[in-house]
């Protein structure tokens, strides 16, 4: 499922680069929930008054809820929960999101299930 508050966003930066991020984040999403449950991808503004306007990409999911620990070290290089993963995919997620002078931030409840949240500024 996709929504979106905007209807022309643009972002500078590697088409790439911001696509394997994509691929990534949505291919974790789909590898944490069971068969039947859908991951959202959101797009919404995000004014900053002191900054340059962002836009924040939410994708999230309903699966189990990562433990604060864990969460804390997703982007670490070499940290994978996975037990064929190498645990790079989300620190270069993580490298590539603040070469766009963006920030990567995870949030997990049970309640609400997984976000991974991307900000970007927005041209």
């Known amino acids: 499922n996709v929504v979106s508050e905007l209807s022309d966003v643009l972002v500078e930066g590697d ?8 691929i990534n984040l949505i291919s974790n999403a789909c590898e ?5 449950e ?4 959101t797009l919404s ?10 836009i924040r990409l939410d994708i999230h999911n309903g699966g189990d809820p990562i ?17 064929s993963g190498n645990g790079l995919g989300l620190a270069i997620v993580k490298r590539i999101v603040e070469a766009h002078n963006g ?8 309640a609400v299930g997984t976000t991974a949240s991307v900000y970007l500024p927005k041209n």
């Open 38 to 41: 859908s991951v959202n991808i």
């Open 45 to 54: 503004p995000q004014p900053n008054p002191l900054e340059q306007p962002q």
């Open 67 to 83: 433990e604060p620990n864990i969460l804390a070290q997703l982007t670490k290089p070499f940290f994978s929960t996975k037990s």
């Open 15 to 22: 088409r790439n680069k911001l696509k394997q991020v994509l």
């Open 103 to 110: 920030s990567l931030i995870f949030t997990s409840t049970a």
């Open 32 to 36: 944490a929930i069971s068969p039947g």
